[in-house]
Every structure is written in C-alpha cells, then in structure tokens.
C-alpha cells in the first residue's frame, strides 16, 4: 500500500474527479457515507454527537456525517468554524444541505463561540482540518482542540486529527493536536500514522476505501510504501522436491560473548528455522556447551579467545553471514569485526553491538560492502549517526539518508519497522507487536534475515521477507500467549506457522 504525501493526496482527489469521472461533491457524500457506516457500527443511536467543522473540505465530510447520522435517527449537533466568511464549495453546499434537515442542529461560528457541554457519554466527530494543513493551529482552533482534548470526550478524526500534519511535525505544537481515540483516515494511511511520536493524536486507525482512482495510485512514484502480506508472498522462494542441505545455503553467524551465549543460540535457531540448509555458529569456546546442547543442529566454530569474538572467519565455505548479537564491544572484539568486514565479499546483516562498535568507529562504515543490512533499533541508530533527532520523523529522514550514503539497506526497527533502501524508498512493515519488545527479539530478526540470504534472497526481498515475517510470528505468539508473557524464543516456535 503506497502512502503519498499530502500534494499527491490532493492531486490524487482531483484525477478521480477527472477521470471517474464524479464531482467533487459527489466523491465527497461517497466518503461521508464510508464514515457514516464505521461509526454506526461503534454507536447506537442513543449516543450523543457533536460535530466541530472547520471551514475546508474536512469540514465539509464532518456536516455531511451530521446529516447522514441524523438521516438514521442519531442525536448529532453540527459547530461550522467560518470565522473568515469563506467556505470551501463543497463544505458551503454541505452546510446547506444540513440546514435543510431541521432547526438548531447547524450552528455557525463567525466570532464569539459558546462551545457545548462535552461529556464521558459524548462522542466527538473532528473535522476541523484534514491532510490540508501546513502550520501549527492557533487562536480559537487550538483552543477549541484543548477544549475537546480536555472533555473526556470519545474523539472520532476524520482523516487526520485536527493540527496533526501529514508529514513532517517537527515544528508543531502539540497541545494544539486533537487527541484522537480513532481516526478514520480517507484512501490510504498518512506518514504521521507510521511514526511513534503520533500515536497518542492517532489512536486506533482505520482506512476507508473511497473509490480513488486506482489507475492514478498504480502509476504514480512513492517514496513511503506499507508491506502487504500478498508482496510477501510472492518474494518466498520455493523448495524443489531433490533440494538437499548443500544447495539450500550455508550462513554463518558470529554472535554471543562468554555469558551472552543467549544471543547465538536465539539468532541460530531463528536461522535454521528460516529454511537455511546449514548454519554454523563462531562463538568463544566457553560458550561451546551450550550451544551443543541447546541448538544441536548447528556447526559450532571456535574462537581462539576462551569469552569473545578476537578472530576473524574465512568466509569461503558460507554464502551469507550475520554479525553483532551478543558480541560485546571489547577492543579485541572491534579489531576482529573491521578484520570481518574488510575480509567478507558475502551478503551480511550487522546488528546488536556490531552496530554499537561502528558507532564508536564511525570511519568504519565506509568500509561496508554495498547491499550490506543494518538493524538498529533507535537508539542504535542514535549512536551511529551521532546526533540526538528532533523526533521519530527526523530520525528516519537521517535514516534513509544513511541508506542512501552507504547504499545500505537499513531496518530501524520498532513498532512499523521501516526498511530504509539506497535509493531512498523507504517501506514500513505492517505485523509485529507490543509483546515483542523483549530481549532477544532483535537476535532473532538477524537469524531469519541471514537464513534468506543464504538461501539466495537479494538483500532487500530478504530485509522485506524477513521483517514481515517475524513480525508475523510474534503476532501468532501473542495471538496464543498474550504479549505480557511473550518471549524471544516464542517468536521462533511460531515462524513455521508464519512461512506457511
């Protein structure tokens, strides 16, 4: 699913009008409609609304949700903000319409505002301003905003929550941002909808399909994109019925320090889980035991230092390595994985304290082979670029921009994971949850994404393939377990249910 940006959602409005064709009004009552049903599937007509309309088109979908709401016997009061006497077209037709419907339920605001009584029992329809707006609200619309915020109100946006921009809000204000308890958004999510810092304006998200051209939506460029399972799917590779393990891939991973030995055993079970003919794991020697004993499947190479990583690996007999889980940031340790980087010519994942060391040794990351996959979470990525973000928007911009620079392939993992990619396309995952910020979860991403590189994945159908499906078994997990109790481990019982 594309996410364009606010001008393309404009220009994209204006194509199906063109092109349907349909007027504009019409496409309007089309999206009122789509509103009007996901409410009344919430409420029931005993339910107090109240309506706030501003003076733009998104006012315009909040008097025709009034209207269409009182049409099925609900108890909704309209407030139309048109303090500067100027309506957009279709919110001035839609205003009439209302007023046709009967006696005091339009209210027009030209200068002073009486607001109403909001309730816990009322539910609140913000359409004060949508994808339109470019600067922060001020005057009487952040007061109204702090009104309603402050109401115990339900609040029900309609496409974007009022004084939340589409994009970029690094110089917003936020307590003039509508606190939204669901936002039902117009065609397709919006940037905002995928960063962290928003998450309290958004609440629950759901996307109304409208009727927008797909024509206009198949052939125009995005550069934010959300992952579908069905793209998904068509990335796994299939497994011939003569397939043996020397054709399936051998990875190598280099994880766990003495008294980390966790990390390797969770990044390589993940990876023979992943469908890898082989996997050898380097670790120190004191960590030989477990490893034998916990993953028995696995080829375990020793290091010659008895509790870290100090020697690099010839990389010939493997067709893909991952690095950094559970390594330790010892100097010996930094020597050993610039030795590794500078000596490998293999597809590679680099996370965990791989990534912490480069932050340290920042001149190292213009030694990393192009197509290479970085998997940092924030405040990895923090360290590396080494500069404190504005805020999560600012933090993937700089994100892509590293991408871009090193012509890296770079995950910055949370909640929607965001594979950043060298030609600045930036694709967030849509599977994954809460449960799954626990220790080791990160382990396991690289021995999934390392398996798909060995198993001859280009690095970003197995950076893509990878995210999904992980995010994927951790939503299977918490599906049986709840994401109290869920653990690294639970997300590697469930990736066989995940493939299939």
């Keep these: 699913m594309k996410i364009f940006t606010s001008s393309q959602i404009r220009e994209l409005d204006r194509y199906t009008i063109e092109h349907e064709p349909i007027s504009s009004i019409d496409l309007m009552e089309r999206a009122a409609e789509a509103l009007t049903a996901e409410i009344t599937k919430r409420w029931n007509t005993e339910t107090p609304m109240v309506a706030f309309a501003g003076p733009g088109n998104n006012g315009g979908d909040a008097l025709a949700v009034t209207r269409l709401l009182r049409g099925r016997g609900y108890n909704v009061v309209a407030y139309l903000f048109n303090v500067k006497g100027k309506l957009s077209p279709d919110c001035e037709a839609n205003s009439e319409r209302l007023r046709k419907c009967g006696e005091g339920i339009l209210t027009e605001v030209t200068r002073e505002f009486e607001p109403p009584t909001l309730s816990n029992d009322t539910v609140v329809i913000d359409g004060l301003f949508g994808s339109g707006l470019n600067k922060p609200l001020g005057g009487g619309f952040a007061a109204m905003v702090q009104y309603i915020n402050q109401s115990g109100s339900t609040v029900v946006s309609i496409d974007v929550p009022s004084g939340l921009m589409t994009e970029d809000n690094t110089f917003n204000v936020k307590q003039n941002i509508i606190h939204a308890d669901l936002t039902l958004t117009l065609g397709m999510k919006k940037l905002c909808m995928m960063l962290p810092e928003n998450h309290d304006f958004i609440g629950q998200t759901v996307v109304l399909d409208i009727g927008l051209s797909k024509e206009f939506i198949d052939a125009t460029p995005a550069s934010f994109s959300i992952l579908e399972e069905s793209f998904v799917r068509s990335l796994l590779h299939g497994r011939s019925d003569f397939a043996h393990k020397g054709n399936m891939g051998h990875a190598l991973l280099i994880a766990g320090k003495y008294g980390m030995a966790g990390a390797a055993i969770l990044a390589t079970k993940a990876c023979l889980r992943s469908g890898v003919g082989k996997v050898t794991v380097h670790s120190p020697l004191n960590n030989n035991d477990i490893l034998?004993?916990?993953v028995p499947e696995a080829i375990i190479s020793h290091d010659i230092d008895a509790e870290c990583f100090t020697q690099a690996v010839d990389t010939k007999p493997f067709n893909a390595i991952g690095i950094g889980p559970g390594i330790g940031t010892e100097d010996s340790?930094?020597?050993?994985?610039?030795?590794?980087?500078?000596?490998?010519?293999?597809?590679?994942?680099i996370d965990a304290d791989a990534l912490n060391i480069l932050s340290?040794?920042?001149?190292?990351?213009?030694?990393?082979?192009?197509?290479?996959?970085l998997t940092p979470?924030?405040?990895?990525?923090?360290?590396?670029?080494?500069a404190k973000p504005a805020n999560d928007y600012d933090r993937l911009m700089k994100s892509r921009d590293m991408a871009q620079r090193l012509?890296?392939?770079?995950?910055?993992?949370?909640h929607h994971s965001a594979l950043c990619m060298p030609d600045g396309q930036i694709i967030f995952n849509n599977t994954g949850n809460s449960g799954m910020a626990t220790a080791g979860s990160g382990d396991v991403l690289t021995g999934i994404i390392t398996a798909l590189l060995a198993r001859g994945y280009s690095a970003k159908d197995a950076a893509l393939a990878g995210m999904y499906l992980h995010g994927l078994a951790g939503d299977y997990a918490a599906r049986s377990l709840g994401v109290e109790s869920l653990i690294a481990s639970d997300i590697i019982d469930y990736l066989p249910k995940a493939f299939k």
Excluded: F
């Design 292 to 294: 034998q004993i916990s």
């Design 407 to 414: 012509h890296a392939y770079i995950i910055l993992k949370g």
């Design 360 to 373: 340290t040794h920042r001149a190292w990351l213009q030694q990393l082979p192009e197509g290479t996959i």
């Design 377 to 386: 979470h924030p405040r990895e990525l923090d360290r590396i670029c080494d």
């Design 333 to 349: 340790t930094a020597v050993a994985l610039i030795t590794q980087i500078r000596n490998t010519h293999l597809p590679m994942v």
